[in-house]
């Protein structure tokens, strides 16, 4: 399926110690990671079985001044980026790094929602390439928003990337969780953050073959459990857990051996 505006288009790993992170990420994702080539600071690519999943590179000084703690992020396609950030500003948003060019590459911005959950805004050159299917191992197949405001936090996407309101999941106490997408697809969910929930903030799910097996591989390689298995629907599970870096992860999938 083309990419077009609204559709996440790329992941981007901010960390303390890119070779630890690349180590890690290796030893629980089977992910490899090689320099883009790309002048300016070093910009690694992660990899799965030859296709890209993300990027990984240091906080950047600025975004270091600001105390910004090791993080993933997501970048959503954007017809035209400087538009766009005009609109995240007019709907209540922030802009953290105005509109710029990487050469060769496409244009981005660095925003948030008026909540603060930040993400990403981008245009690349040329043709862009097919995203992999959601439930391809190896790559990002859900993206939560912990909101200060779901309901909030939809009509501003919604207004700025025409996400449509899908399903909404009775969560009891924790209240409803709120499906979004786009073309017929979910693309993730939105919840009102608890207390005890980190947030405001997007959380990225990586799609792996065996839940338990990867809780056991993110253990054994310096990273912390902070959601233990939980079931999901469509006979998934879910963990939650900090690399060694801090940078909150997330993975989905089976249990084959239940």
Same mark, same amino acid.
């Given at each position: 399926?083309?990419v077009?505006?609204?559709?996440f288009?790329?992941?981007?790993?901010m960390t303390? @110690?890119?070779?630890?992170?690349a180590?890690f990420?290796?030893?629980?994702?089977g992910?490899?990671?090689? @320099?883009?080539?790309?002048?300016?600071?070093?910009?690694?690519l992660?990899?799965?079985?030859?296709?890209?999943v993300?990027?990984?590179?240091?906080?950047?000084?600025?975004?270091?001044?600001?105390?910004?703690?090791?993080?993933?992020?997501?970048?959503?396609?954007?017809?035209?980026?400087?538009?766009?950030?005009?609109?995240?500003?007019?709907?209540?948003g922030?802009?953290?790094?105005?509109?710029?060019?990487?050469?060769?590459?496409?244009?981005?911005?660095?925003a948030?929602?008026?909540?603060?959950?930040?993400?990403?805004?981008?245009?690349?050159?040329?043709?862009?390439?097919?995203?992999?299917?959601?439930?391809?191992p190896?790559?990002?197949?859900?993206?939560e928003?912990h909101?200060?405001?779901?309901?909030?936090?939809?009509a501003?996407?919604?207004k700025?990337?025409?996400?449509?309101?899908?399903?909404?999941?009775?969560?009891?106490?924790?209240?409803?969780?709120?499906?979004?997408?786009k073309?017929?697809?979910?693309?993730?969910?939105?919840?009102?953050?608890?207390e005890?929930?980190?947030?405001?903030?997007?959380?990225?799910?990586?799609?792996?073959?065996?839940? @338990?097996?990867?809780?056991?591989?993110?253990?054994?390689?310096?990273?912390?459990?902070t959601?233990?298995?939980?079931?999901?629907?469509?006979?998934?599970?879910?963990?939650?857990?900090?690399?060694?870096?801090?940078?909150?992860?997330?993975?989905?999938?089976?249990?084959?051996?239940?």
């Amino acid at each position: 399926m083309a990419v077009t505006h609204g559709d996440f288009v790329w992941y981007e790993l901010m960390t303390t @110690d890119v070779k630890g992170a690349a180590a890690f990420y290796a030893a629980v994702l089977g992910w490899e990671a090689a @320099d883009s080539g790309m002048p300016g600071p070093a910009y690694m690519l992660f990899s799965n079985k030859g296709a890209l999943v993300a990027g990984l590179m240091d906080i950047p000084p600025d975004a270091a001044a600001r105390n910004t703690p090791p993080n993933w992020s997501g970048f959503v396609a954007a017809d035209d980026v400087d538009a766009s950030a005009a609109e995240v500003t007019r709907l209540g948003g922030k802009i953290y790094r105005a509109p710029d060019d990487i050469p060769g590459i496409g244009r981005f911005a660095i925003a948030a929602d008026p909540d603060g959950a930040v993400f990403g805004l981008f245009k690349g050159q040329g043709e862009a390439p097919e995203m992999p299917g959601l439930g391809t191992p190896g790559h990002i197949a859900w993206r939560e928003l912990h909101a200060g405001d779901a309901a909030g936090a939809l009509a501003f996407y919604s207004k700025l990337f025409g996400w449509e309101k899908r399903e909404g999941l009775d969560m009891g106490p924790m209240g409803v969780y709120q499906l979004y997408g786009k073309k017929g697809a979910d693309y993730g969910g939105m919840m009102t953050r608890t207390e005890d929930m980190c947030g405001p903030m997007w959380v990225y799910y990586v799609q792996v073959e065996d839940i @338990d097996e990867t809780a056991r591989r993110v253990a054994a390689n310096g990273g912390t459990i902070t959601l233990e298995p939980m079931e999901v629907p469509g006979e998934m599970w879910v963990i939650q857990a900090r690399d060694p870096q801090g940078a909150l992860t997330a993975m989905v999938g089976p249990r084959p051996r239940s």
